[in-house]
């Protein structure tokens, strides 16, 4: 995982600078303990968890049979990708800078190894963020969700070859089209075996579409917001990085992809793979558009994927997706309660640890069907009756009936942010009120608050009062807008941060902590801006021409095109494709297997070259003298990369 900065950043010392040469003491940069306020939060939020009957302990621990030796899983060039005891501190009561539910949780998650969950099925959990869950068929394994990256997953799959005897990879079977259930998968099959039918893929109908469409489009927006939700470049730590509410960190190494060979279409479809015999429940819509579960009949197991975890799901995940189907996911619990509840004694999923027995399936299914059921119907009632998004967010409490089961906690999603979605999901952004229609926008607001109030110090001394009474909610907004009005003010940059940081204490999410904390430290050290994410050759491949055309288009600035208008003609000669580009005053168009009829130029060579010169925007000469070939006039193909928006290397969030 990426390290953290270990010393302030140029930005942070500046403004130490300027403090100093106005004569202000210079703002203690350094993370802070838990406040008094904090330390009673932690002591109420633990006086109204549930009692501790010690299942769920030992359900995370049944069946251990045997973990790595060295806890380090490094790449081939022997770059450390994950740590399997980067939480093996985390044992005893909780410290007062760390929510004691959260604690809890990963305590639990912390567990790491190779755990048999039936005759035939085993679980390697706590390698990754998800786990990977191995079926033994007649002649090898099924693997269901191969991790995030190749290392990772072949480190799980050496230990299952380890401990339970070696045998070949005979299927793969996707879960859903997140990267954490497939990126693994050429850790463990290659593509030549696949190709050969040695190896059979499957995965849920639209697997590869919506792999490809998630990220595309809003990729690099998506990709900076995922870097605050899991905490990116944050120490684990009592006072840092504290996982994910179902997982730990995300692992470093390479993300692949191998196309699945076989799809699943509806509820109830069967496969025998590898003579074992498998039902599969179609989830689409719930956690992941395209996602499906494995019923397997013969030791009753039922793998709920990421429909039923550990915790409250996300509805809208704050890194940024399609707002999920609240109703939808509801009746899916009801669905596999009714289909597979009575039939199983063991329920798995892709992230955290099984429940055992029948009556624990049962119970599980039912409760969590309960809290989304709940989650959506209350916030549909309130918001029917005219309150707005945050009203509803401030007002709903999760009934007893529900609290009382840690698994349906808040450490991923909480009701705060998911009732926001669920209104989100029906009405959109706006609340109704027309002050809200076209207000001023962050900076512009900022400021007149700041002057309305009386100025900044006025502000500042208004956050220092709520801070102290422990009001940090209301000491946050007010410096934001400190902030927003004058990103260089040390001391509300510095007062802000300290805010934040209690915010991310108190939190019983692990993702609203990591928020908080990542805040905090970029408002201490500056905003660094990393290099531009870089795909692997597996996921540039899956994404369609035309997607990846589409997402040029969104970074088309017409005001920058000198020319009246270009137009031009690619051929993929990899893909057999041609790409028809019209780019004009306000618009580019492409279009897939359409070539504009008079082209200033004909772009012809592989994709690759392509993407590097729409995406990297490297020079034509370049590309030239690695085979592109270019008929026509090259000036054309000058302006059309001069109007072209550099990918994002990121941008900040926590000050304009």
């Not at 002649?139 to 269901?144: D, E, Y």
């Not at 110090?457 to 009474?469: D, E, Q, S, T, Y």
Request: with cysteine; hydrophobic share 40%; glycine share 10%.
């Amino acid at each position: 995982m990426p390290r953290p900065a270990l010393r302030l950043g140029a930005l942070a010392l500046l403004l130490t600078s300027t403090a100093l040469a106005a004569g202000a003491p210079a703002p203690d940069l350094n993370p802070k303990p838990a406040s008094a306020a904090t330390r009673a939060a932690q002591t109420r939020q633990g006086a109204a968890l549930p009692v501790e009957d010690g299942r769920d302990a030992e359900f995370a621990n049944r069946g251990f049979i045997a973990t790595r030796a060295d806890p380090i899983i490094r790449d081939a060039k022997g770059k450390p990708v994950w740590n399997l005891d980067a939480y093996q501190w985390v044992s005893g009561p909780a410290p007062d800078t760390v929510n004691p539910s959260l604690w809890r949780e990963v305590g639990l998650l912390r567990i790491h190894g190779l755990f048999k969950v039936a005759d035939g099925v085993w679980q390697v959990r706590g390698f990754d963020v998800s786990n990977m869950t191995i079926i033994a068929g007649k002649t090898g394994w099924i693997v269901v969700d191969p991790l995030t990256t190749r290392e990772t997953a072949a480190a799980a799959l050496e230990l299952v070859n380890q401990q339970l005897g070696g045998r070949p990879v005979t299927a793969v079977i996707y879960s859903h089209s997140h990267g954490d259930h497939y990126g693994g998968v050429r850790g463990i099959v290659s593509e030549a075996d696949v190709t050969a039918g040695k190896v059979a893929i499957i995965a849920p109908d639209h697997f590869m579409k919506e792999t490809a469409s998630e990220s595309v489009l809003a990729g690099p927006a998506m990709g900076r917001r995922a870097g605050y939700q899991f905490g990116t470049g944050i120490l684990p730590g009592a006072q840092g990085q504290m996982g994910s509410g179902i997982g730990m960190g995300l692992p470093a190494g390479e993300i692949t992809l191998i196309a699945p060979t076989d799809t699943i279409a509806k509820t109830g479809d069967t496969r025998t793979v590898d003579g074992i015999a498998l039902e599969f429940q179609m989830v689409s819509g719930s956690e992941a558009p395209s996602e499906l579960n494995v019923f397997i009949a013969a030791p009753r197991v039922f793998l709920s994927a990421e429909m039923s975890t550990c915790s409250l799901h996300n509805i809208l995940t704050p890194r940024g997706a399609k707002v999920r189907d609240t109703h939808a996911w509801a009746g899916y619990l009801d669905e596999a309660l009714t289909l597979y509840g009575g039939r199983s004694d063991a329920v798995i999923s892709s992230h955290c640890w099984p429940r055992f027995g029948q009556g624990e399936v049962a119970g599980m299914l039912a409760s969590q069907r309960d809290n989304y059921a709940f989650l959506h119907d209350q916030t549909v009632r309130r918001m029917n009756q005219g309150q707005t998004a945050p009203e509803i967010a401030e007002g709903l409490v999760q009934p007893p009936e529900l609290a009382g089961q840690w698994f349906n906690h808040g450490y991923y999603g909480t009701y705060s942010h998911n009732s926001k979605a669920v209104y989100q999901f029906y009405l959109g952004w706006y609340d109704g009120n027309p002050s809200n229609l076209n207000p001023w926008p962050p900076q512009e607001r900022a400021k007149r608050y700041v002057s309305a109030i009386g100025g900044p110090k006025k502000v500042i001394a208004l956050a220092r009062k709520a801070m102290a009474a422990g009001d940090y909610r209301w000491s946050s907004e007010l410096l934001n807008h400190v902030v927003f009005a004058d990103p260089a003010n040390a001391e509300a940059r510095a007062l802000l941060a300290d805010s934040y940081e209690q915010q991310g204490y108190q939190a019983e999410s692990a993702i609203w902590r990591n928020q908080y904390l990542s805040a905090a430290r970029d408002l201490r050290q500056g905003y660094k801006p990393g290099g531009v994410n870089s795909q692997g050759q597996d996921m540039i491949a899956a994404v369609p021409s035309q997607l990846l055309m589409d997402s040029v288009a969104t970074r088309y600035d017409p005001a920058r095109l000198s020319w009246p208008r270009v137009d031009l003609n690619i051929e993929l000669t990899d893909r057999k494709e041609v790409i028809g580009i019209e780019a004009g005053k306000t618009v580019l168009v492409a279009r897939v297997g359409q070539p504009v009829a008079n082209p200033a130029v004909i772009l012809r060579g592989p994709r690759r070259l392509i993407l590097g010169l729409l995406f990297l925007k490297l020079p034509l000469a370049q590309l030239e003298a690695a085979g592109l070939e270019v008929e026509g006039d090259p000036d054309a193909v000058a302006a059309l990369q001069a109007a072209l928006d550099p990918v994002s290397p990121g941008f900040t969030i926590v000050e304009p």
